[in-house]
């Protein structure tokens, strides 16, 4: 087999266990009380829980990747979690309340700030997730209807080497339009499998005339191959704006040494002129805050001179050290600075959420069919993947075997392009000139949502 035209997650064959089938049998109660009084709810849990990967090591495969990129090497099924990686990108949206928030403001500072608070909170759903989504197929699409937030969201994978995903979102009242291609980067080093998110996030703020771009930090997964799995985000991200120049200038910070500086973010907003306006600070996993620089300064320096900043934590670890990277231990909660305005709080999980592949209750929904959506979606739409459905509902060994005939009907299809010549073709996004960075960038064509999808290709 060509690994050029491999996915980098491969089949395996694995037994489920009987608690699946118990939580599946739990599940199928938990969606007749969906309709409940004759009225449907989302979901708030999954058919089946997550498949125990004690039994299985990752270490085979790895050990001769250390600092190779990552995206073509194969990986079994069982590291996976039941969505594809179109849904996980639909993830930013989850606090789309923040965007509607930013709409109705006035000031471009107070935009600014709770633009900041949005690029956060879209990485937030990360925590503590380390399985890996599935791979899209080329030509796979995903969509989003939520009128109870208020947007729409179509992604299409619009290439598949390199991997791209195209996502486009915008406000049922035509107040913004959210968008943004990525194109995953993933090396292994050795303890830990470091992802890149390569590309760039435009926030357009249509009454404002307003348009932000940044791009995301990098995530790192410790303890691939012994120790308990964690995660952290680290790297800066700059927000601006193209209309003002006013930028955002956030750092995520990394554990360090001692594990003290462990999900924490902080940063300012700047003018044009590079004079800092306000003071970001908080946590990824947490909240957010906003307060004036010369107050956050007066504090930072009352806190030096009653040792705040020297407590160290008894856990003093290294990332140096040998063996496993141990998880640093967790820090008291974000402390607020007098006279701070709080900009975003995360939404609490579901208390099974670490059975369900440590999943939001946002991220619950994501596969699951609404009533008579098999009609209205387009049948390249990810809910309608059969490797996805079956390791969703337990069934690793049909969700191996539907990968595996997937992958194979995709080598197939790019040969029988390359014999005739033929190019592959995106159905709702092309490539272009991003309009505000002036960089090359996937955008989207429109169509979607006043479209019969006939002529869609059969992916699956």
């Known amino acids: ?42 979901r708030k849990t999954l058919p089946a829980q997550m498949i125990s990967r004690n039994n299985f090591s990752v270490w085979s495969i790895l050990k001769k990747c250390i600092g190779m990129e990552l995206t073509k090497i194969a990986m079994p099924v069982v590291f996976n979690e039941p969505l594809s990686f179109l849904q996980r990108l639909s993830e930013y949206m989850e606090h789309t309340h923040l965007i509607h928030e930013a709409c109705c403001l006035s000031d471009s500072i107070e935009r600014m700030q709770v633009v900041a608070a949005f690029a956060v909170s879209a990485v937030a759903s990360q925590w503590e997730r380390t399985g890996k989504p599935f791979n ?9 209807i939520r009128e109870d937030e208020g947007y729409r969201l179509i992604s299409e994978q619009v290439s598949h080497h390199p991997p791209v995903s195209a996502f486009h979102a915008e406000s049922l ?3 913004f339009v959210f968008h943004g291609s990525i194109c995953p980067k993933l090396k292994f080093w050795g303890k830990s499998i ?27 997964v410790h303890n691939v191959i012994i120790g308990t799995l964690w995660i952290e985000q680290y790297g800066t991200v700059e927000i601006l704006n193209h209309s003002t120049g006013d930028k955002c200038i956030l750092n995520f910070k990394p554990c ?14 700047q003018d044009k002129r590079k004079k800092k306006l306000r003071v ?18 007066t504090h930072k320096k009352s806190e030096k001179k009653t040792g705040g900043e020297s407590k160290k934590t008894k856990q003093e670890n290294s990332c140096e050290e040998e063996g496993s990277d141990d998880v640093p231990e967790i820090q008291e909660t974000v402390t607020m600075v007098p006279g701070s ?16 592949y440590n999943f939001t209750n946002f991220a619950m929904t994501l596969n699951e069919l609404e009533p008579g959506a098999e009609r209205l979606l387009a049948p390249t739409d990810c809910r309608f993947r059969p490797d996805i459905r079956a390791m969703e509902s337990g069934d690793i060994d049909t969700a ?17 392009r390359s014999r005739g010549d033929e190019e592959w073709s995106t159905q709702w996004f092309q490539f272009g000139t991003n309009p505000h960075t002036e960089a090359e960038d996937w955008l989207y064509t429109g169509g979607y949502f006043d479209r019969s999808y006939s002529d869609c290709l059969n992916i699956y």
Not at 10 to 34: I, M, P, R
Not at 256 to 269: C, P, S, Y
Not at 400 to 416: F, G, I, P, V, W
């Open 1 to 42: 087999m060509n690994s050029e035209e491999e996915f980098y997650d491969a089949e395996t064959g694995l037994e489920s266990d009987d608690s699946c089938e118990q939580s599946y049998k739990d599940a199928l109660v938990s969606k007749s009380a969906s309709h409940e009084n004759g009225v449907w709810q989302r």
């Open 136 to 144: 899209p197929l080329l030509g796979e699409t995903y969509e989003l």
């Open 173 to 175: 009242k035509h107040d």
């Open 194 to 220: 470091e992802a890149e998110p390569k590309g760039t996030m435009t926030l357009e703020l249509l009454k404002h005339k307003e348009a932000y771009t940044w791009t995301n930090p990098l995530c790192c």
């Open 256 to 269: 360090g040494m001692f594990g003290k500086e462990l999900h924490k973010v902080e940063g300012h907003i």
């Open 280 to 297: 970001i600070y908080g946590k990824w996993t947490e909240c957010m805050y906003s307060v004036d620089p010369k107050v956050y300064e």
């Open 341 to 356: 305005a709080l900009l975003w709080r995360i939404s609490p999980r579901p208390p099974h959420s670490a059975q369900m």
């Open 400 to 416: 191996s075997t539907e990968k595996e005939r997937l992958e194979e009907k995709q080598r197939a299809a790019r040969k029988e």
